[in-house]
């Protein structure tokens, strides 16, 4: 699946810069949760890649009328809304009173830890800094995104990051592996504070030390499947029994891991080819009645 580059558009009716932009969603292909930190975080390692999936989000000058945000999720309160964290937070960086209007268009599910709110703030971030002229590096435009949310860092490295401390140190990696994922929804919200919350020590995985570099280093999918892992997942289902009974439903289907990416309700399985995973997600939506999707991976996410 390829990724649709950023682009600028000018409106002559109107006579303003309108910038779009794709936010990809994420996949944890493994999480391992160690202590609390002193701020009340938890530590934590990741290995994280950009999938096909993604929001479409807009910019565009709006003079006079200061920022507007609008969404096409109902549901997600302006003030919670992470795109408009990451427009007021940038003016401030730069001492500027903003003027810009924000469209999301939403397609990755709310509390489906496939980081969609994240991703959606590290684009306005980027799309405001070019909108502004502002100037400023991707490296610079994460460390402001670390304010607003663990996850938003990580979306200036990917397709394929290393994440860890609390989620704001991320390095850039390469996956060997290239193929598809088949995300099935179990539309529900899951909050990742309260998964946190449901988190016990004895939720820890059993692994290699050397696991993640030997994720990088798959080169199929039955491999890259056989090492993935998520401290967090008992914790999910603990908050949201519905997760754990679509899981039951999946492993019964026969075929093969199912994981949990994230801290939230979508659970995803690799393939190398196209045609198999699309096969598979026919089954999946047949058998369970779930919404499916199949999406490239890894894809990068545009924001460095």
């Known amino acids: 699946m390829a990724t649709t580059p950023m682009r600028s558009m000018i409106d002559h009716s ?3 810069t309108m910038i779009e932009a794709q936010a990809y969603a994420k996949i944890n292909l493994t999480l391992g949760v160690r202590g609390k930190r002193p701020d009340g975080y938890h530590e934590i390692e990741s290995v994280v890649i950009g999938i096909g999936l993604h929001d479409t989000v ?16 109902p549901t997600i309160p302006s003030s919670e809304n992470l795109a408009l964290l990451a427009v ?13 209007q924000i469209e999301l268009q939403k397609t990755i599910p709310i509390g489906g830890g496939l980081g969609g709110g994240s991703s959606d703030a590290a684009t ?10 502002v100037g400023l590096e991707g490296k610079a435009l994460a460390e402001l995104g670390a304010s607003i949310g663990s996850d ?6 990917l397709p394929v990051a290393v994440v860890t401390g609390r989620g704001e140190h991320v390095e850039s990696a390469t996956l060997r592996w290239t193929g598809w994922v088949l995300l099935v929804f179990a539309e529900q919200v899951v909050p990742t504070p309260e998964v946190y919350a449901a988190f016990r ?32 997942e008992s914790a999910v289902i603990r908050v949201a029994p519905e997760v754990g009974r679509l899981r039951q439903q999946l492993d019964g289907l026969g075929m093969g891991c199912w994981r949990i990416s994230g801290a939230g309700s979508t659970l995803f399985r690799l393939f190398d080819e196209q045609q198999t995973a699309v096969e598979a997600a026919q089954r999946v939506a047949q058998q369970t009645g779930k919404q499916t999707a199949v999406v490239a991976a890894p894809v990068h996410t545009g924001q460095n």
């Open 14 to 16: 109107r006579t303003s």
């Open 58 to 73: 807009r910019c565009q000058r709006n003079d006079g009328a200061g920022v507007t945000v609008t969404c096409s999720d």
């Open 88 to 100: 007021n937070l940038l003016a401030r960086r730069v001492n500027s009173h903003p003027h810009v």
């Open 124 to 133: 306005v971030l980027q799309l405001c800094n070019r909108l502004w002229n």
């Open 152 to 157: 938003v860092p990580l979306f200036f490295s």
């Open 201 to 232: 020590e004895t939720d820890i995985s059993d692994r290699r030390s050397s696991v993640n570099s030997d994720v990088l280093h798959a080169s199929t999918a039955e491999t890259l499947s056989s090492m993935l892992y998520n401290d967090l």
